[in-house]
């Protein structure tokens, strides 16, 4: 079956934004994969403690039976990360009751770019970036 998903990277900061995303949409995060775990390739340098314990993979089910997935970058294997206004993440809840309860709790120390609020379109919409540098969208048609 066909689905969508959204892929993160972050410098070091993948589980403890998975596991804010999780505690956020009440969902379990998949097992998480160590850099350490991955088979040396040939040629490889040898990794620091701190490499292995980073995460090369993790997935967590949000809402819709959207997945978002994500992983470490690592300086020491020459990944460079720029994070910036590149993606977003769109959320339609059901009701606005969802909306405001999910908006909050990813305002939580991020920005809040535009609150929660119908627009001329006639949904409830807002915007916002995280505390980790992810940017989110709002769009929910409920009425009530």
Known sequence: ???????????????????????????????ISRIGDVPAAPGMPPLSDADKKAVMHVMLPILGGHKLMGTDTLESMGHKLTFGNNISITLEPDTREDADRLFARLAEAGEVEMPLQVMFWGD??????????????????AKA
């Open 1 to 31: 079956m066909a689905r969508t998903s959204t892929y993160l990277n972050f410098m070091g900061k993948t589980e403890e934004a998975f596991r804010f995303y999780a505690s956020v949409f009440g969902t379990e995060l998949s097992p």
């Open 124 to 141: 409830y919409f807002g915007s916002l970036t995280d505390k980790f540098g992810v940017k989110w969208m709002f769009n929910c048609s």
